[in-house]
Each structure stands twice: as structure tokens, then as C-alpha cells.
């Protein structure tokens, strides 16, 4: 009989051991592993650029950059864009939306500098071929390109427009403003 209950003992320390390593296994097989999320720091940041700008849509930098720098790789502004309403010196951060507004006149916000000159990104073809050797031909070209390519940064932009040249420039160069 002391055998007998040796041997049941020997069973159920042994079922229970067999049971309990059965059991951690099961449950370590059942278990999620708790998902671990790390960002690459060289991760693409990602910006919606909408509004007045040639190319709306969605970007990606491999960095962080500027405003400005998101703007111009959406091909930049156009001559009814307020440049003045987004900060494009700020930086993007990724899921940023830059949208640049319209103006309300069409006309590119500026203060006038000087009421003796005239403004290439805002005046009319007719007010554009006032100036000198400028044609209403020259003049309507001139438009055409700004409305294509946005306003002028500067006035020696003016010397992409078909028809303008250097020394056209130089006769013109006191007489515009941006």
C-alpha cells in the first residue's frame, strides 16, 4: 500500500509539473506581443501644399525643411497668391498643411514704393506697354508669362519674357517695381 501511494504521488507531482509547463506554454504561445512603433530619423516628412501655388498636392522632404522650401517645390506662387498670410520661414513638421490664400483683388499684396513706377505684377497689358519700348505686343507677352509663372521676384526676372533682353532691361529697369 506505501508503494502504492508512493507511486499515486510520484503521478500527481508529476502530472501537475507536466500540466503547469504545459499550461506556460500554451499561454506564452496565446500571448500578442505588444507592438513596439520607432521612427527612423531619416523617415520622409510628408506636407499638403493647397491654395495659390502652381502644383497643389502632396509632398515629401526626406527632412525637415521651411515653409518657403515646400511652397517653391510646389512650383511656387501665383501672381493672385498672399505670400503675407503663411510664415515660410517657419518649419514643417510631417502631416502639415500649408495653404497659401488668394487675394481678394487679384494683386499680389505690396505696398506701392514709388507712384513713377510701374508694377510688373500687377499692372495691365495696357499700363505695361506705356513703358518705354515696351509694345502692347511686348506687354501682353509680358502678362501671359507672370500668369504662367507667377508673380516676378524681381525686376531682372523680367528679362525671361520673349522679347527682353538686356539692353531692353537696362531702359526699363528704372521705371518698374515688383
Do not use: C
Amino acid at each position: 500500500m506505501v508503494a502504492r501511494n508512493i507511486m499515486l504521488g510520484v503521478v500527481v507531482f508529476f502530472g501537475i509539473i507536466f500540466g503547469t509547463v504545459r499550461w506556460w506554454n500554451v499561454t506564452e504561445s496565446m500571448a500578442q506581443p505588444v507592438p513596439q512603433m520607432t521612427v527612423p530619423e531619416d523617415a520622409p516628412v510628408y506636407v499638403f501644399v493647397t491654395g495659390a501655388v502652381r502644383h497643389p498636392g502632396l509632398y515629401s522632404f526626406s527632412e525637415t525643411v521651411r515653409q518657403g522650401e515646400a511652397v517653391q517645390a510646389a512650383g511656387g506662387v501665383v501672381a493672385y497668391a498672399d505670400v503675407h498670410a503663411v510664415n515660410l520661414a517657419a518649419r514643417i513638421k510631417d502631416g502639415m498643411h500649408i495653404h497659401i490664400p488668394y487675394t481678394l483683388t487679384g494683386v499680389p499684396t505690396a505696398p506701392p514704393e514709388n507712384e513713377d513706377t510701374i508694377n510688373i505684377n500687377g499692372a495691365s497689358a495696357e499700363k505695361l506697354a506705356t513703358l518705354p519700348g515696351i509694345g502692347m505686343a511686348t506687354a501682353k507677352k509680358i502678362v501671359k508669362y507672370r500668369n504662367q509663372h507667377g508673380p516676378f521676384m524681381q525686376g531682372e526676372d523680367l528679362r525671361q519674357v520673349k522679347g527682353i533682353g538686356d539692353s531692353k532691361y537696362e531702359e526699363l529697369k528704372d521705371k518698374i517695381r515688383v
